[in-house]
């Protein structure tokens, strides 16, 4: 009797667990999927720097402004770990435009996105702990 007990404990266990781990992946899935079309989203309309031609800059803390939409077409999701998501560009001067060097200030558009998907991503979590 205790032995069927707990094996029906166990089995339940595993199954909750398996539950809470679909709902974690999920949740982190969309917060992925979020910040990658709220930092390309943030690149889209009208910007306030310089004009160059035909092309209008972004100022300086403005996310980068499109001109040939390399940079916003190349954000991408990748799952690096069974509930674990890398949101980023393969290009080569997006750190360059997020972080700022010595000749060209800020054009932050990844880590807005993040900071804007926290309290999202958080309350999600907890609806998904809940079972909501």
């Given amino acids: 009797m205790a032995g069927r007990r707990a094996a029906i404990v166990a089995n339940r266990t595993r199954r909750v667990s398996a539950l809470i781990h679909q709902r974690v992946h999920d949740v982190?899935?969309?917060a992925a999927t979020n910040i990658a079309e709220?930092?390309?989203a943030s690149m889209e309309g009208s910007k306030?720097?310089?004009?160059?031609g035909r092309h209008r800059a972004s100022a300086p803390g403005e996310a980068?402004?499109?001109?040939?939409?390399?940079?916003?077409?190349?954000?991408?999701?990748r799952q690096v770990g069974p509930?674990?998501?890398?949101?980023?560009?393969?290009?080569?001067y997006a750190p360059h435009?997020?972080?700022?060097?010595?000749?060209?200030a800020?054009?932050?558009?990844?880590?807005?996105?993040?900071e804007d998907e926290r309290a999202p991503y958080q309350r999600a979590l907890a609806a998904a702990g809940h079972g909501q």
């Fill in 48 to 52: 306030s720097g310089r004009l160059y």
């Fill in 28 to 30: 982190t899935f969309a």
């Fill in 97 to 104: 435009l997020e972080m700022g060097t010595v000749n060209i």
């Fill in 38 to 40: 709220r930092a390309a």
């Fill in 83 to 92: 509930t674990a998501y890398l949101v980023g560009t393969n290009v080569e």
């Fill in 64 to 77: 980068p402004a499109i001109d040939m939409g390399i940079l916003h077409g190349s954000m991408f999701v």
């Fill in 106 to 114: 800020m054009r932050p558009f990844l880590l807005p996105a993040v």
